[in-house]
């Protein structure tokens, strides 16, 4: 016998026992997937405005993919309205963007804030410092990093919520760039802090420039050559039109001054804290979710760029293994300078240092920064 019911006009359907059985699980398993218990319809949603430092390809992309897909999984209690690179405030003005309430929350490059913030230098990647996304991990979740960043971003009224993984930088160049020599004279393009001073070491002439603005230097010739994020995103933005030469570090380690290019998302202090406590859980988990999927997106396409770069006769260098050593000589003395700029720095510093000197690493020993000290 079918379960069915037959209905007069206008009369209720009256389900079978197995009927009301059914829709009563269905019901109790959307509960527990939602965030939060709540009447989509009856409540209100709470939208935020966020804005990313992507402006063009994969990494846009993965981005909006992922903010339009929030209100759908929080059962309409939250929105995200995703923006792309300058699209609300310029790029180096997203901080203030979220503290001054233009915007709730950002995606951005933790780099950026190097210069107004010194400690956020400690939470990506730097010369020859934390090389893989694991190592990282390491730090932010088995080492104090997640707290020590929170704290940090506190201060500004801001909730660093966590990180995002990204990838490697490279560099692209109108001249070949084969070893630590070539950089002598090169007007080169990096995101600041102790990579710029980095580079300014072995003789670049350094500008810091956003991301959404690099083509157009290489374009007119302002800089010679930039770093930005990977070949895919490059690719979109058409860095082989105004270039010939790529330059990366040695076989298995392709970029050396930012192998883990980092990202975060934060939230403005007073808008996280206004969600329930089982949505601010629930959003730490999807961040992370969410650096997954974007880490994913980011490789795949990058594999899939590197043979379009070669159908375009752009030639890849890559550095020797022998300059290394005079890379580590340049780049200690800058990671103590910059941990000296502040105690928060100091603090992010001798976390990654523990990480960095354990037997499970091994990258760094007492007798690379013999005379060098944290004095803050």
């Not at 997203?94 to 939470?123: C, H, I, Q, R």
Request: net charge neutral; with cysteine; proline share 5%.
């Amino acid at each position: 016998m079918h379960d069915e019911t037959i209905l007069q006009a206008g009369q209720a359907p009256q389900l079978s026992g197995r009927r009301r059985w059914l829709g009563a699980a269905a019901a109790g398993a959307a509960v527990l997937a939602a965030p939060h218990i709540r009447n989509a319809r009856a409540a209100s949603t709470t939208t935020w405005k966020v804005q990313t430092s992507w402006s063009a390809g994969v990494g846009l992309k993965a981005f909006k993919d992922w903010c339009k897909g929030i209100k759908e999984k929080t059962g309409g209690e939250l929105e995200f309205v995703p923006f792309g690179a300058k699209e609300v405030v310029g790029d180096f003005e997203l901080l203030d963007g979220v503290k001054s309430g233009v915007l709730e929350a950002m995606n951005s490059f933790t780099l950026y804030w190097a210069g107004k913030l010194p400690a956020t230098a400690f939470l990506s990647s730097y010369l020859l410092g934390l090389r893989y996304p694991h190592e990282w991990d390491m730090f932010f979740y088995s080492h104090g990093g997640l707290q020590a960043a929170r704290d940090i971003f506190a201060k500004q009224g801001l909730y660093y919520v966590n990180r995002i993984h990204h990838g490697p930088n490279i560099i692209h160049s109108k001249r070949p760039i084969h070893n630590i020599e070539d950089f002598k004279g090169l007007k080169l393009r990096v995101p600041g802090g102790m990579i710029a001073e980095g580079f300014a070491g072995i003789g670049a002439r350094t500008t810091l420039l956003p991301g959404s603005e690099v083509f157009s230097a290489l374009e007119k010739g302002t800089v010679d050559a930039a770093d930005f994020v990977g070949p895919a995103v490059n690719w979109d933005l058409g860095f082989a039109q105004v270039t010939k030469y790529i330059w990366m570090g040695p076989p298995g380690l392709e970029s050396i001054y930012q192998p883990v290019d980092l990202m975060d998302f934060v939230v403005r202090m007073d808008v996280w804290n206004k969600l329930s406590a089982r949505m601010k859980s629930w959003l730490d988990d999807e961040v992370q979710v969410y650096s997954n999927l974007h880490f994913a997106a980011i490789q795949r396409a990058d594999m899939e760029a590197w043979g379009k770069f070669a159908k375009a006769g752009t030639e890849v260098n890559r550095m020797p293994l022998e300059d290394l050593p005079k890379f580590q000589k340049v780049a200690v003395p800058i990671w103590f300078k910059w941990a000296n700029k502040d105690k928060d720095a100091a603090r992010l510093f001798r976390l990654q240092l523990d990480v960095m000197e354990s037997p499970t690493l091994g990258y760094v020993t007492p007798d690379m920064y013999k005379g060098l000290s944290i004095s803050v």
